[in-house]
């Protein structure tokens, strides 16, 4: 069932200035940019009509003049450097403080840029008037101004100096009013809304249970280190899910990552992506390779178990959850069959798969059609990711779950942590008005929550299962809040 006119005029009323027309046209003309989705709906909304037109030729100019390519670095360079004037662009910033000097250094990672130390520096004057903004976060989306200094009196060296900076955030989450508008609409208005939030059009969903698997796919969005594995065909979009709704998350597709990359790298002193990020996605899983296995065995197993790690004489903690996205054949889609051998090697040590939390069934989503782009008015995907990022840190919601869920006393840590840390992140993401338990209705918990954080936790124990006889396939016995007994 699609959007229909009564939800979209709630949309539209309720949000307001949140909301976006969607186009699949306008779509094409932002990946042919090269603008994800959370820039491409700021643009639609600073550019189109009541009617959600755009003019194309607007759009490009004003992003050929604020949003470079990274092969118009040098042509910005010369303008500082040999015209003397400054520029200025959206960029992806990070910025560190340099402890010998006590200087503010920035890298602008999409341009390659800097080489080299001190090439790159932030203005002392600035970088107290942004010090939150700067260096609130390992990497930032900003409004940056820059100009070329000489080094002295020496005009043949000098530093590309950050002068200005703007936050590129659009809105200000208030999550309060997030969850009073999330009362305005029934449970099904509200799963299709997500949907177009994130680019994709309920018509194209066959029923409610392809929706439910696709919406799997957000739960490192709103909870903190929840680790997945999926497996599905090609052409299901998890690739785009990952790299283009939030600027909060990563995607390593394919190659080779060493445990310096994604945990710590004692050369460079430097945290990995796991304490950048709100998830690693780690795409075309089978193509992936790792320098040394057995290292970077041993410390996932640490860090996806509580989120610590320790490399060398280093100890540190990320939030991010680690998602698996692999393919896999037509004749290994069973839940009952050994899956996992679809995997890497190093990833089919029974002690490491325990460690990921549930498994998303990836050939239960469409693959992608034109019937399955969003069209219409729609939550902005920008807003949409600043308040899923923002929701991670409500520890209410977890208390809401163990206060609903009672686990007979013989279940397995791991199981229990696992279906509790999957059904408070479906409570974040269907229900995000319920931060006390009396406010939920315990037969939609039971079947939205509960009884798909089981399911996504069942299949990663009957694989464990298959891949070692120790392990039981079967999960705790559960109660919902005293009222009744929840059995497989």
Same mark, same amino acid.
């Given at each position: 069932?699609?959007?229909?006119?009564?939800?979209?005029?709630?949309?539209?009323?309720?949000? #307001?200035?949140?909301?976006?027309? =969607?186009?699949?046209?306008?779509?094409?003309?932002?990946? #042919?940019?090269?603008?994800? %989705?959370?820039?491409?709906?700021?643009? !639609?909304?600073?550019?189109?009509?009541?009617?959600?037109?755009?003019?194309?030729?607007?759009?490009?100019?004003?992003?050929?003049?604020?949003?470079?390519?990274?092969?118009?670095?040098?042509?910005?360079? %010369?303008?500082?450097?040999?015209?003397?004037?400054?520029?200025?662009?959206?960029? +992806?910033?990070?910025?560190?403080?340099?402890?010998?000097?006590?200087?503010?250094?920035?890298?602008?990672?999409?341009?390659?840029?800097?080489?080299? +130390?001190?090439?790159?520096?932030?203005?002392?004057?600035?970088?107290?008037?942004?010090?939150?903004?700067?260096?609130?976060?390992?990497?930032?989306?900003?409004?940056?101004?820059?100009?070329?200094?000489?080094?002295?009196?020496?005009?043949?060296?000098? %530093?590309?100096?950050?002068?200005?900076?703007?936050?590129?955030?659009?809105?200000?989450?208030?999550?309060?009013?997030?969850?009073?508008?999330?009362?305005?609409?029934?449970?099904?208005?509200?799963?299709?809304?997500?949907?177009?939030?994130?680019?994709?059009?309920?018509?194209?969903?066959?029923?409610? =249970?392809?929706?439910?698997?696709?919406?799997?796919?957000?739960?490192?969005?709103?909870?903190?280190?929840?680790?997945?594995?999926?497996?599905?065909?090609?052409?299901?979009?998890?690739?785009?899910?990952?790299?283009?709704?939030?600027?909060?998350?990563?995607?390593?597709?394919?190659?080779?990552?060493?445990?310096?990359?994604?945990?710590?790298?004692?050369?460079?002193?430097?945290?990995?992506?796991?304490?950048?990020?709100?998830?690693?996605?780690?795409?075309?899983?089978?193509?992936?390779?790792?320098?040394?296995?057995?290292?970077?065995?041993?410390?996932?197993?640490?860090?996806?178990?509580?989120?610590?790690?320790?490399?060398?004489?280093?100890?540190?903690?990320?939030?991010?959850?680690?998602?698996?996205?692999?393919?896999?054949?037509?004749?290994?889609?069973?839940?009952?069959?050994?899956?996992?051998?679809?995997?890497?090697? !190093?990833?089919?040590?029974?002690?490491?798969?325990?460690?990921?939390?549930?498994?998303?069934?990836?050939?239960?989503?469409?693959?992608?059609?034109?019937?399955?782009?969003?069209?219409?008015?729609?939550?902005?995907?920008?807003?949409?990711?600043?308040?899923?990022?923002?929701?991670?840190?409500?520890?209410?919601?977890?208390?809401?779950?163990?206060?609903?869920?009672?686990?007979?006393?013989?279940?397995?840590?791991?199981?229990?942590?696992?279906?509790?840390?999957?059904?408070?992140?479906?409570?974040?993401?269907?229900?995000?008005?319920?931060?006390?338990?009396?406010?939920?209705?315990?037969?939609?918990?039971?079947?939205?929550?509960?009884?798909?954080?089981?399911?996504?936790?069942?299949?990663?124990?009957?694989?464990?299962?298959?891949?070692?006889?120790?392990?039981?396939?079967?999960?705790?016995?559960?109660?919902?809040?005293?009222?009744?007994?929840?059995?497989?």
């Amino acid at each position: 069932m699609s959007l229909s006119d009564r939800t979209i005029d709630k949309v539209k009323t309720v949000f #307001s200035d949140m909301v976006v027309y =969607k186009n699949p046209r306008n779509s094409a003309l932002f990946q #042919s940019l090269n603008i994800p %989705s959370f820039l491409r709906d700021w643009l !639609v909304m600073r550019f189109a009509g009541d009617e959600g037109r755009i003019d194309a030729e607007e759009v490009q100019s004003y992003v050929s003049r604020y949003i470079p390519r990274r092969e118009d670095w040098e042509s910005l360079k %010369s303008e500082m450097i040999n015209e003397g004037q400054r520029v200025r662009f959206l960029a +992806k910033v990070q910025v560190t403080i340099d402890v010998q000097s006590g200087k503010g250094l920035f890298q602008l990672p999409d341009f390659g840029f800097p080489r080299s +130390k001190y090439e790159a520096l932030v203005d002392q004057k600035l970088l107290r008037a942004k010090k939150d903004e700067l260096l609130g976060s390992y990497e930032t989306w900003g409004v940056v101004e820059l100009e070329w200094v000489p080094e002295g009196l020496n005009k043949k060296k000098g %530093s590309v100096v950050m002068v200005d900076f703007s936050s590129f955030r659009p809105y200000r989450v208030d999550l309060d009013f997030y969850r009073d508008a999330r009362k305005e609409f029934s449970l099904e208005e509200w799963i299709n809304v997500l949907l177009m939030a994130v680019d994709y059009h309920p018509a194209g969903f066959l029923d409610e =249970k392809q929706k439910l698997t696709f919406l799997g796919r957000l739960l490192p969005f709103v909870a903190q280190r929840v680790n997945l594995i999926e497996l599905a065909p090609k052409g299901t979009g998890k690739s785009y899910v990952f790299s283009q709704i939030s600027k909060y998350g990563w995607l390593v597709s394919g190659g080779s990552i060493s445990r310096a990359r994604l945990l710590y790298d004692m050369n460079r002193r430097e945290l990995g992506l796991v304490s950048r990020y709100d998830y690693v996605a780690l795409d075309e899983i089978q193509t992936i390779s790792f320098p040394n296995e057995e290292e970077i065995v041993g410390a996932l197993k640490n860090y996806l178990e509580s989120g610590e790690f320790r490399v060398g004489d280093q100890q540190g903690t990320g939030e991010a959850g680690l998602v698996l996205l692999g393919n896999i054949s037509v004749e290994s889609m069973d839940v009952n069959t050994p899956m996992f051998k679809e995997l890497p090697l !190093v990833f089919q040590e029974s002690a490491l798969i325990d460690r990921f939390h549930g498994f998303i069934e990836g050939w239960n989503i469409p693959r992608m059609r034109e019937n399955l782009r969003a069209e219409g008015w729609a939550l902005n995907t920008e807003y949409f990711s600043e308040v899923v990022h923002s929701i991670r840190d409500d520890i209410r919601y977890a208390n809401v779950v163990d206060e609903l869920i009672l686990i007979s006393g013989n279940g397995d840590t791991r199981d229990t942590k696992a279906i509790k840390r999957l059904a408070t992140s479906w409570l974040k993401l269907l229900f995000p008005h319920v931060v006390k338990p009396e406010d939920m209705n315990t037969e939609e918990f039971e079947r939205y929550c509960l009884n798909i954080a089981r399911q996504m936790r069942g299949v990663i124990r009957k694989q464990l299962h298959l891949m070692d006889s120790e392990y039981s396939d079967t999960l705790p016995e559960m109660t919902i809040a005293g009222i009744r007994r929840y059995t497989r």
